[in-house]
């Protein structure tokens, strides 16, 4: 049974790309291709820009989904959140 949302997608679809999208934010962390300075901030962004993802994505396009999420999530995340090596720095 899918479980429509008054949006133009799933929960199921919306919950499968929050969590690709987790999973290459934790990747582009530990390859100190971003920081992440407050973890609850990073899942409510990535709550919203996969809603928005899911509402833009148009699966008559053609493209594919997985493709699309992978090149467009992992540039928003670089640029929302750009590696700061002066972070790394007060960690430890």
Request: a negative charge; hydrophobic letters at 40%.
């Amino acid at each position: 049974m899918r479980e429509e949302t008054s949006d133009n997608f799933t929960v199921e679809e919306l919950c499968n790309t929050i969590f690709y999208l987790s999973r290459y934010a934790e990747a582009l962390e530990i390859d100190g291709k971003i920081s992440v300075p407050d973890e609850e901030e990073l899942f409510w962004m990535i709550f919203e820009w996969a809603k928005d993802f899911e509402n833009a994505f148009d699966p008559a396009s053609g493209l594919d989904h997985q493709m699309e999420l992978a090149a467009h999530g992992a540039q928003w995340l670089t640029e929302t959140f750009p590696y700061m090596p002066e972070m790394e720095m007060t960690e430890m």
